[in-house]
């Protein structure tokens, strides 16, 4: 009687009560393959001899009249058989767990934290540290997009868009998801607070704590969960430029805020698309309230134009060059374009018109705060340069001295009172400060 252990990926060499044959038990799959090398003739000896089965199928391995056992065959298969195992299952869990972090969202985090960072590093930019930053970011957000999953894996089984995941298809037990959420949340955290600082990974932490047991929560209670998660969307930003500065300024408050404001029309136009099957899932969005759709426009469109000066400020504080001003406007009315045809029509189409320029949207300004970004030291030589400038500008008014004014500074000197000179306005430059008196 042969006896198979289930789930073990060994071999193990076991021999009948016959001494004629020999099996072998191999287990693939949950399945079990055996080896015979058995001679015997009769009515218990249906597979042919010297030969392994695979499945149903019996191969061939060696002479009908040999009864001994290539051990190195049965190693070789033995080993590949273990192989293909541990490839099927770093296959299944590797794409569990990137959706359980919903990679590609995650990326989007990680594009934030790195683009803050390098606005926060002036013109040295440590590349280490980005990397351990992004990194750290980007456990944290797999870790928050987890538990998120986590509860409500009953909402996503109702759901024709997330009944797939891998908690509602039952891919993955919710046991080994949390596992798996809190390990990355706590290495993603301690790297952010021993290659960084404990300013960036505050920062990560409550992020994670506001998305997964605030944000989470609301979604299933008030509409205004979509007004938590736009600043839940903001901290990325911030955590980048408070890992490479060690602070928080008014310079870095300028993307996190262009990303909440972006982040409403972006919702507003998922919620409106996705309603039927928000209202399924049991999710309390702004546009199930809304069956006109006249508030979900508007709320985005407002949004949309609070874009519109973010590239004036940027330049005024600082931060780019000029050329951004203008590029930012332009990207900020073409969105508002999109916002105001939805508000006009308030259409699916329209609303996916709004979703994909607001997917456009995000890296275009990003790509435009790198390229123009302006370093302090470009900022101190240009103001180094301006004073100098100003310097030499009096210069250009100076002549010899005639006869007549000589005259006069004799004249001081004896008493006399000489008229006001200008000494700060010189021609051809009227934007100068006010001209300047002084008495000798």
């Known amino acids: 009687m042969w006896r198979n252990s289930v789930g073990c990926f060994s071999s193990k060499l076991l021999t009948s009560k016959s001494s004629s044959s020999t099996r072998i038990p191999l287990l693939r799959h949950g399945g079990v393959v055996t080896r015979s090398t058995s001679t015997a003739a009769g009515p218990e000896a249906t597979h042919p001899a010297g030969s392994v089965k695979v499945g149903l199928e019996w191969v061939r391995t060696g002479s009908p009249g040999s009864s001994a056992v290539d051990l190195s065959s049965f190693a070789a298969a033995t080993g590949c058989f273990k192989g293909r195992d541990v490839v099927d299952m770093a296959k299944h869990y590797g794409r569990c767990y990137s959706e359980l972090s919903k990679a590609r969202l995650s990326m989007l985090v990680v594009a934030t934290s790195g683009t803050g960072y390098i606005l926060g590093s002036g013109s040295a930019i440590d590349y280490m540290g980005l990397c351990c930053t992004c990194a750290g970011t980007m456990m944290v957000a797999a870790s928050a997009s987890t538990l998120n999953q986590v509860f409500e894996v009953k909402n ?60 989470t929560p609301l979604k299933q209670i008030h509409p205004i969960n979509t007004w938590v998660g736009a600043i839940v969307g903001a901290i990325p930003p911030l955590l980048g430029w408070a890992a490479a500065s060690g602070q928080v300024s008014l310079n870095g408050m300028l993307l996190p805020a262009a990303l909440y404001f972006w982040q409403i029309p972006h919702f507003m136009a998922l919620a409106y698309m996705c309603r039927k099957d928000y209202a399924d899932g049991g999710f309390k969005m702004f546009s199930l309230a809304d069956a006109s759709g006249q508030r979900t426009a508007s709320v985005a469109l407002r949004n949309c134009l609070y874009l519109l000066p973010l590239g004036y400020l940027a330049y005024d504080w600082g931060l780019t060059s000029g050329w951004f001003c203008l590029e930012s406007t332009l990207l900020a ?65 100076t002549t010899e001295e005639t006869p007549e004014e000589k005259r006069m500074k004799q004249s001081v000197g004896n008493g006399q009172r000489r008229s006001p000179v200008a000494y700060a306005s010189v021609a051809p430059f009227p934007f100068l400060p006010a001209p300047s008196y002084a008495e000798f």
């Open 156 to 215: 996503d089984a109702k759901m024709n868009r997330t009944k797939k995941r891998p908690l509602p298809s039952g891919r993955i037990s919710i046991p080994h998801a949390v596992t798996w959420a809190s390990s990355v949340g706590i290495v993603g955290t301690a790297l952010l607070a021993s290659k960084a600082n404990m300013l960036a990974a505050g920062l990560g932490a409550s992020n994670l704590v506001l998305y997964a047991f605030v944000y």
């Open 333 to 397: 009315l073409a969105i508002s374009g999109t916002a105001m045809s939805f508000y006009l029509n308030r259409t699916t189409k329209d609303a996916r018109r709004m979703f994909h320029a607001s997917l456009l949207y995000l890296p275009v300004f990003m790509s435009g705060l790198l390229v123009h970004r302006v370093t302090e030291s470009e900022q101190q030589m240009t103001m180094e340069n301006t004073d100098k400038i100003v310097e030499m500008l009096p210069s250009l008014g």
